[in-house]
């Protein structure tokens, strides 16, 4: 899959397959902190991510 990572600036290539909630945990990843795109669509934690596709980790800014 061809993954970028915002927060690092980084474009990277990886086997995987898996959910969102999966793939996060393997980069150790907080799942509160990154929006999940996948090719193009938002996905939730439960989704099935497969070789071929694109994600992107957005991350999520908050203040107060």
């Known amino acids: 899959m061809k993954l970028f990572i915002e927060r690092e600036n980084k474009h990277n290539e990886m086997d995987f397959k898996g959910s969102v909630k999966e793939l996060l945990q393997k980069l150790e990843i907080n799942p509160e902190t ?13 989704e099935a991510l497969q070789n071929t596709d694109v994600v992107k980790l957005i991350s999520v800014i908050s203040g107060g």
């Open 34 to 46: 990154v929006l999940v795109v996948k090719n193009d669509a938002l996905v939730q934690e439960d």
